[in-house]
């Protein structure tokens, strides 16, 4: 398994830009899909986005296409979530994971997860 540590959260204004970034322990990082998931206060994790190993696929979730863009550097271990035109339903705790198949998007699919960073959007 892979060990994950993701930055970047914050405190942002409706319409500002984050980008969170989750560094990655583990000589077999370039192999693993990943992802980004998000957990607001009182609901459940929902999928936010993932790409598979080389960048050629990556998946996002309906509420944030055309916002968000994920990347990876598998030379540096990390994977990036670009967030813009932020609003103040984005506000949860974002979660990065890895999963051991080709591509994924399913939330029980993914084995490794790291602690989270706090996003909050004020309006």
């Known amino acids: 398994q892979v060990q994950l540590v993701e930055s970047g959260g914050g405190l942002v204004q409706a319409g500002d830009s984050l980008r969170l970034s989750c560094a990655a322990s583990?000589?077999?990082?370039?192999?693993?899909?990943m992802g980004w998931f998000r957990q607001a206060p009182g609901k459940e994790r929902e999928f936010v986005a993932a790409?598979?190993?080389?960048?050629?696929?990556?998946y996002l979730a309906d509420s944030v296409k055309g916002r968000f863009t994920i990347a990876r550097d598998n030379g540096k271990n990390t994977i990036y979530l670009q967030m813009n035109s932020l609003k103040p339903e984005d506000t949860a705790v974002y979660y990065c994971?890895?999963?051991?198949?080709?591509?994924?998007?399913?939330?029980?699919?993914?084995?490794?997860w790291g602690q989270g960073t706090q996003v909050t959007v004020s309006s």
């Open positions: 790409i598979n190993w080389n960048n050629v696929n990556t």
């Open positions: 583990g000589r077999t990082f370039s192999t693993y899909t």
């Open positions: 994971a890895a999963a051991r198949l080709s591509f994924t998007s399913t939330n029980t699919d993914f084995a490794s």
